[in-house]
């Protein structure tokens, strides 16, 4: 018995090494900057305890977006999460809360620098808006959200690095 059992697991290792391959599309290409802030022209304190000013440099960015005509604007969190190959990937820019998260899954690379995705933006368990834009490294995408405590959320995405 003792024999046929080890006859066994003998078969089981040599003739199945797909079950120890490594999945290719676990394989990471590349990392993504999400960033979620809060636009108002109200009190910027009702976005709470959580929010940080704006780094100068990318507050200057958001004032120049058309449309954008906000008098304050408040960092409320970011995530840099991995690009994997071939699975949907998700960020948490509002942690330690998932009320607010992005899934994003490459579609096709363009080049070095450009990689197509589909986002999709979701709150409250429920899916808000889903894009396919073609990101370029080291440009930010900014998406506007829902209203949100007489304010605006704002969505900025970025290829941090995309790997060979």
């Given at each position: 018995m003792v024999m046929k059992i080890s006859l066994l697991y003998l078969v089981l290792c040599f003739l199945s090494p797909s079950l120890w391959a490594e999945d290719p599309g676990m394989k990471s290409i590349g990392a993504m900057n999400v960033?979620?802030?809060?636009?108002?022209n109200e009190d910027p304190a009702a976005a709470g305890g959580i929010a940080k000013r704006v780094p100068e440099i990318e507050l200057k960015k958001l004032q120049a977006?058309?449309?954008?005509?906000?008098?304050?604007?408040?960092?409320?969190?970011?995530?840099m999460p991995e690009i994997l190959k071939g699975y949907e990937n998700w960020a948490t820019p509002l942690l330690p809360s998932k009320e607010i998260?992005?899934?994003?899954?490459?579609?096709?690379?363009?080049?070095?620098?450009?990689?197509?995705?589909?986002?999709?933006?979701?709150?409250?368990?429920?899916k808000v808006f889903s894009v396919n834009p073609i990101l370029?490294?080291?440009?930010?995408?900014?998406?506007?959200?829902?209203?949100?405590?007489?304010?605006?959320?704002?969505?900025?995405v970025k290829i941090e690095k995309l790997n060979e």
């Open positions: 960033q979620l802030f809060f636009a108002t977006i058309q449309g954008l005509e906000f008098k304050h604007y408040r960092l409320m969190g970011r995530d998260l992005v899934s994003f899954q490459p579609i096709r690379k363009s080049g070095d620098k450009k990689l197509q995705m589909v986002l999709e933006y979701w709150q409250s368990k429920r370029t490294m080291g440009k930010s995408l900014y998406l506007v959200g829902p209203e949100w405590r007489k304010g605006r959320l704002i969505l900025a």
